[in-house]
């Protein structure tokens, strides 16, 4: 795990690009928020973090989050956690409960338990609709061409605050394309929020438009690998 100095100048480092990224698409920088991407690393590296002003967190797994975040939301009532990687339904109880925001919303089945599940919590979360814009066939999220369709259900009749959109663009290809196509959903369907851009590309998501940008490596370093 990085020391806390070097996570904390880590995400001074980070933050500066961010705004001169925003700068450049005369954007402002208050308006993309920096999640996180915690996942594999310790509640340590998260402390740290939290030290250095981080607020927003992002975790793949739901079990993972669940040993790690209880004592820290306690103890940061300012956190706000994000889900980022796949939700099975069996675990939406846990989700609802331990999340702030579930950035991968991807079918019909996943938006009823959420809807169904909210009710029964009394909780309301931000919810973001995972796009498959590269429609690979090795990742989740809605495919392009269904995204209208799927938005309108979850807004119209299921009733769920859906913030904006999330996508992860094909790794050997350039990203800006995906992003400006996100974009392009998005605005159509009158939503605000754009999930797009992780540590090796979230300075040209901001320059399209992002409102969130998942970096994880460049914070913490490499993942720890699991026992």
Do not use: W
Request: glycine share 8%; net charge neutral.
């Amino acid at each position: 795990m990085d020391s806390t100095d070097h996570i904390a100048g880590n995400l001074a480092g980070i933050r500066t690009r961010i705004a001169a990224a925003a700068r450049d698409a005369d954007r402002d920088a208050a308006a993309v928020t920096l999640v996180a991407v915690a996942k594999t690393h310790p509640a340590e590296a998260v402390e740290a973090a939290i030290a250095a002003g981080q607020a927003a967190f992002g975790e793949n797994r739901v079990q993972e989050a669940q040993g790690k975040y209880p004592e820290l939301q306690r103890r940061h009532p300012e956190l706000q956690l994000h889900l980022i990687g796949p939700l099975q339904t069996n675990k939406v109880k846990d989700a609802v409960g331990l999340f702030d925001v579930i950035q991968t919303v991807d079918r019909e089945k996943l938006a009823r338990a959420l809807a169904a599940e909210m009710v029964r919590q009394n909780r309301k979360l931000a919810l973001y609709i995972q796009v498959n814009i590269g429609e690979e066939a090795q990742k989740a999220g809605i495919p392009p061409r269904e995204a209208d369709a799927f938005i309108a259900l979850c807004r119209d009749e299921l009733k769920l605050g859906i913030a904006g959109l999330m996508c992860i663009p094909p790794a050997e290809h350039q990203p800006a394309p995906y992003f400006a196509l996100l974009r392009e959903i998005a605005a159509r369907n009158s939503l605000a929020g754009l999930s797009m851009g992780m540590s090796g590309d979230y300075e040209s998501a901001i320059r399209l438009g992002a409102t969130l940008v998942r970096v994880g490596t460049a914070i913490f370093g490499s993942r720890e690998a699991k026992a």
